[in-house]
């Protein structure tokens, strides 16, 4: 709780609140979409930047590289799940997986469907999504990227059913131009994953042990038939405890600012979060993931034929994908060389919690690096703005001067020019050839 030692600080932050707006920055980091989809490869006759609501329609984002960072190492592309957006990958500033790579020198694309999100109603994925993005999408946009980038292999990074979609297509098409690939809260066992989730208030993630022991006590209290569900008793609890949690962290900026930025995510995504399970039970055939053997168009995807380097991260408060879920990819992807690693935070905490910046992030930095190609992929070397000293060059032999009668007996013969440019006998230098042209900018580094 709040002390005196707090306090103060408690007090600045309820004054820019109230007085400034929003603690949280909420700007996107910028980027310019170079694609929509497999159907529409020019992208900038569309003449938007944040996005257009396109029905079935896929946006591909590249991101602006860091103006002091040392460019480095192979492209990287995240794909967001299906039915969802991408903000999670850029959540705000200051916690941001987005701005994280790019402050590392990386070249950071992004494929979702974010131009569809909240204009229909929430509704759970079917097979013939999840053939949609395997067979047309990802190869699309995977290969699109690679093109930017002068053919450079590509690092993968999916979350939830991103994740999958991204392993199944590099499964079932090993000519991609794929370098490594990273699935965050991906099951391999849909046995431990509910169909059901219901959102839970942030008090049960971030007020404590004692709000969420209360909060979630209150939530088992059943409701009496005449009464409405929103006169029940856990959502009254979750009325009481979530300005607890508020109050109890009214000290600390950072928490105010991801509470706001967590808010205004859930408020985008809407109630299509609750049917992340549902999604998985209704794209994949029960025991599909369990064999390594997935339905996808009609087909069979071995996901045992995956030959890429694979890193499978769990999220260790995860309700929806719960770590055991996780760690049996270790069995099904036989052929790969599979890394598994836990973080802290649950389906959507893994990816863009606080905790994530200490623990994952570095730890997805790292794995990056050990997997990229061993030439650079494009040099960061700038055009030279100084100017280049001058060279000294030998002259030309002059034209040898007209034979001369013999000198008389008794007189020292005279030198005739060197061969290094001396003055010819009439006291004019002789004129050097032209240099070739060259250019000192514009040159590519």
């Excluded at 920055?25 to 006759?45: E, K, N, S």
């Excluded at 649950?346 to 863009?352: A, D, E, T």
Aim: aromatic content about 2%.
């Amino acid at each position: 709780m709040i002390g005196p030692r707090t306090l103060a600080r408690a007090l600045v932050n309820v004054r820019d609140r109230v007085l400034e707006g929003p603690i949280a920055d909420l700007r996107r980091m910028p980027r310019v979409a170079i694609d929509t989809g497999p159907t529409d490869p020019d992208a900038w006759a569309v003449g938007r930047a944040h996005g257009l609501a396109r029905a079935g329609q896929v946006s591909t984002y590249r991101y602006a590289v860091h103006p002091m960072a040392r460019l480095r190492g192979a492209p990287v592309l995240l794909v967001s799940p299906l039915g969802a957006c991408g903000v999670a990958f850029d959540l705000r500033r200051g916690c941001s997986l987005v701005e994280h790579l790019v402050g590392e020198g990386r070249h950071v694309h992004q494929v979702d469907d974010e131009d569809v999100v909240g204009h229909g109603a929430p509704s759970p994925g079917s097979p013939a999504d999840l053939a949609r993005w395997v067979d047309d999408i990802l190869p699309h946009v995977v290969r699109t990227v690679s093109t930017h980038h002068d053919g450079a292999p590509v690092h993968v990074v999916g979350w939830s059913l991103g994740g999958l979609a991204c392993l199944l297509a590099a499964a079932d098409d090993p000519t991609l131009p794929i370098a490594s690939l990273t699935a965050l809260a991906t099951p391999f066992s849909l046995d431990p994953v509910p169909e059901h989730v219901p959102s839970r208030p942030l008090a049960i993630a971030a007020g404590g042990p004692v709000l969420a022991t209360v909060q979630t006590l209150l939530g088992l209290i059943p409701t009496m038939p005449p009464i409405p569900e929103f006169l029940s008793v856990g959502s009254v609890g979750a009325f009481l405890t979530t300005p607890l949690t508020v109050a109890s962290h009214l000290a600390d900026r950072d928490f105010l600012a991801q509470l706001e930025a967590i808010d205004d995510l859930r408020a985008l995504v809407g109630a299509q979060a609750e049917l992340v399970g549902t999604s998985f039970h209704t794209m994949v055939g029960p025991g599909e993931l369990e064999r390594g053997l997935v339905s996808v168009g009609g087909r069979r995807v071995d996901l045992g034929n995956l030959e890429r380097p694979v890193l499978l991260v769990a999220g260790e408060d995860d309700v929806v994908v719960p770590p055991r879920a996780v760690r049996a990819g270790s069995t099904v992807l036989s052929g790969a060389d599979t890394s598994l690693m836990t973080a802290p935070g649950g389906h959507l905490g893994v990816v863009c919690g606080r905790a994530s910046r200490d623990r994952l992030w570095p730890a997805l930095c790292a794995f990056l690096d050990r997997h990229d190609p061993p030439s650079e992929i494009e040099s960061d070397r700038r055009p030279s703005r100084r100017p280049r000293r001058a060279v000294q060059r030998p002259l030309p032999a002059a034209t040898p001067p007209p034979e001369r009668a013999p000198e008389p007996a008794g007189e020292a013969p005279s030198t005739g020019a060197s061969p290094a440019g001396a003055r010819r006998s009439t006291g004019r230098r002789a004129r050097p050839a032209p240099k070739p042209a060259s250019r000192t900018r514009g040159r590519e580094g």
